[in-house]
């Protein structure tokens, strides 16, 4: 199925359109990057994970690679500890289980939804976007290798 849109400039698109069960092998996934922001009144911030939940195959996982230097570059003083506890605890939560702690519970997509939730806090989650994918876990680490490393 597609639609065609009329832009203002003229231009006629076609949009496919992917219903449930239409992908082929591939479902819809959502992700966001997970920004480490060490003084957030500047803004400066440096990509140091990712968190990709797929419904449909019951995936939720996260991966993560601080780059030390990077992150001391932008500010010196920059609790790089503290930064690596706070990524191993969303990975922790993406994970489930025992290791969740509270959010043990919760169902992926709750888990997922609350990680990507926007704060003010040194580890910030970036936008979502979306996209399909044949294999979740891998798409997990192709996106840390394409936007992080």
């Known amino acids: 199925m597609s639609e065609r849109h009329i832009h203002m400039a003229g231009h006629v698109t076609e949009r496919h359109i992917t219903r449930a069960g239409q992908g082929g092998d591939r479902d819809v996934f959502e992700y966001a990057l997970l920004r480490v922001v060490p003084r957030v009144e500047r803004g400066e911030c440096v990509n140091a994970g990712v968190v990709v939940y797929c ?10 690679h ?65 996209g399909l994918t044949a294999d979740p876990a891998a798409e997990t680490e192709r996106l840390l290798n394409l936007l992080v490393r």
């Open 55 to 64: 419904r449909a195959r019951g995936y939720l996982g996260a991966r993560t």
């Open 66 to 130: 601080l780059d030390e230097a990077r992150l001391l570059a932008l500010d010196p003083a920059a609790d790089v500890a503290g930064v690596r506890a706070a990524l191993a605890a969303i990975e922790r939560t993406c994970a489930g289980g025992e290791q969740a702690g509270q959010a043990a519970g919760d169902d992926a997509g709750r888990r997922y939804r609350w990680l990507v939730a926007p704060r003010s806090a040194i580890v910030q989650p970036g936008p979502v976007h979306t």
